[in-house]
């Protein structure tokens, strides 16, 4: 079965308030994405890469790459104006009859371990997909019309990445229309009819968005155990 991850990298760096997207911030004197792209590559010694940027950063994703031992196994492909159609470009060159499991990854989540990866990879082999979650600890509340109802918290789940599927599921379900409901893969998925199927994430798999993000990576790089 070929692996294939899809990573998206469409951030523009607004809420971290830098000039730069996020994927290309230092983190402890790397970029961001360098460590999303290198923990992908040493999950698997056969999983190919088909990164996905805006197009006014396909120059220096490739000077990234071009640093990154095994970057053989990474393709570039210019990515559209909404994450469906970003994913979408990267699947674009996947052959169709292509029988793969392909994960679909958020760029800045930088702290992914090799372990989930491949824990993604089983569970999407046995059910189809592979949705990584972790329970909500807060309170949960909703708001409607303004007003607020307090929501069980033991059925709340925070949604991560990688969103794992074989690949028959996952070309398939992207045949669809954009639709404004479509906030990830899995709702994609579900919306062609698919049932998905959640896996447990880890804490550390946290989305570079904010500033004081990049000081909890650091910390973890710096200590994983405090996790």
């Known amino acids: 079965?070929?692996?294939?991850?899809?990573?998206?990298?469409?951030?523009?760096?607004?809420?971290?308030?830098?000039?730069?997207?996020?994927?290309?911030?230092?983190?402890?004197?790397?970029?961001?994405?360098?460590?999303?792209?290198?923990?992908?590559?040493?999950?698997?010694?056969?999983?190919?890469?088909?990164?996905?940027?805006?197009?006014?950063?396909?120059?220096?994703?490739?000077?990234?790459?071009?640093?990154?031992?095994?970057?053989?196994?990474?393709?570039?492909?210019?990515?559209?104006?909404?994450?469906?159609?970003?994913?979408?470009?990267?699947?674009?060159?996947?052959?169709?009859q292509t029988n793969a499991i392909i994960f679909v990854h958020d760029a800045v989540r930088c702290l992914i371990s090799t372990k989930l990866i491949q824990q993604c990879y089983q569970q999407a082999m046995e059910k189809g997909s592979a949705i990584?979650?972790?329970?909500?600890?807060?309170?949960?509340?909703?708001?409607?019309?303004?007003t607020s109802k307090p929501l069980n918290r033991d059925e709340i789940f925070l949604v991560q990445t990688p969103q794992t599927f074989r690949s028959d599921i996952l070309l398939s379900a992207f045949q669809q229309e954009h639709q404004p409901e479509f906030t990830d893969e899995a709702t994609v998925v579900e919306y062609s009819g698919v049932p998905i199927h959640l896996i447990e994430g880890e804490h550390q798999n946290i989305k570079i968005?904010?500033?004081?993000?990049?000081?909890?990576?650091?910390?973890?790089?710096?200590d994983p155990s405090l996790f």
């Open 1 to 96: 079965m070929q692996k294939i991850a899809i990573i998206v990298a469409g951030g523009s760096g607004v809420r971290m308030g830098s000039a730069l997207p996020k994927q290309f911030l230092p983190l402890k004197n790397k970029p961001v994405l360098q460590y999303t792209l290198e923990t992908f590559l040493l999950s698997f010694p056969d999983l190919q890469i088909i990164l996905v940027l805006p197009d006014a950063y396909l120059n220096m994703g490739m000077e990234l790459i071009e640093k990154i031992p095994l970057h053989q196994r990474i393709r570039l492909v210019a990515g559209g104006v909404t994450r469906f159609h970003s994913v979408k470009a990267g699947l674009s060159v996947i052959p169709p």
């Open 132 to 146: 990584p979650a972790i329970k909500a600890t807060d309170s949960i509340r909703q708001t409607i019309n303004d």
């Open 209 to 222: 968005t904010r500033p004081i993000d990049l000081l909890i990576a650091e910390k973890f790089l710096d």
